[in-house]
């Protein structure tokens, strides 16, 4: 069964690092993964998604990178901003035949101090 | 530009009652999907639908039934609420399903509280 886990489960940081938020899963049979980002009392807004045949993918101050051989990926944020204070999600997409089902992980909770 | 649609932001329900969360996507999505958010559990998929006329179950499909009533709309019943079915409950939806490396759009959730 596929498990995804993220580590830490919350982060706080000061204003202008960069900083890296990890995601792992188990079964490296995956067609793609994105990472999400939720606001406190909203839904989830896509960030990135990396097909199984990239390495990875980059939009503005966010990389995403895939290792799917070692069941890992990381995102990536330069110079933090206290804008980006979100909780991050990774999900990944099973790769079986006619699903469309994601499985998510249950998230990094960061929070950008000025 | 409203993107999905959810319908209530909130809802209170006692143990036994019965209600319908409704969804609705104005960007021609053909996939639809409903999941549920809990503390520590990260989103689960109740059901979902690949296209209009569809619909298949999910991780936690028990005390649900959906309906994908037209392309833009794909509800979620709740026939006889417990109290485990509190959570946050999510309406996604895709252009094509996932294989076809489409990102999810979500709408902004109902909280439901069963007491």
């Known amino acids: 069964k596929q498990e995804v886990t993220q580590i830490p489960a919350a982060l706080s940081v000061p204003e202008g690092e960069n900083l890296v938020l990890n995601c792992s899963f188990t079964d490296s049979a995956i067609y793609n993964l994105q990472w999400f980002r939720q606001d406190p009392g909203k839904g989830l807004t896509s960030l990135l998604l990396?097909?199984?045949?990239?390495r990875e993918q980059t939009s503005g101050r966010l990389n995403a990178s895939l290792d799917k051989s070692s069941g890992r990926s990381t995102l990536y944020i330069a110079a933090s901003q206290p804008g980006d204070s979100a909780t991050y999600l990774c999900a990944v997409t099973k790769g079986e035949r006619n699903t469309d089902k994601l499985i998510f992980g249950t998230g990094t909770r960061l929070q950008v101090f000025p | 530009n409203a993107g999905v649609t959810q319908t209530p932001k909130f809802q209170v329900l006692k143990t036994g009652q019965s209600m319908t969360l409704q969804c609705a996507q104005d960007m021609n999505h053909n996939s639809m999907y409903w999941y549920r958010q809990d503390p520590g559990m990260g989103l689960r998929l109740i059901y979902y639908s690949a296209s209009e006329g569809t619909t298949d179950k999910g991780e936690v499909p028990n005390g649900y039934n959906v309906s994908r009533l037209n392309k833009r709309e794909f509800s979620l019943r709740l026939e006889s609420a417990a109290p485990s079915q509190t959570s946050v409950y999510f309406c996604?939806?895709?252009?094509?399903?996932?294989?076809?490396?489409?990102?999810?759009?979500f709408g902004n959730g109902t909280r439901l509280t069963v007491t």
């Open positions: 996604a939806s895709q252009l094509q399903g996932a294989l076809y490396n489409s990102p999810l759009h």
């Open positions: 990396i097909q199984s045949s990239q």
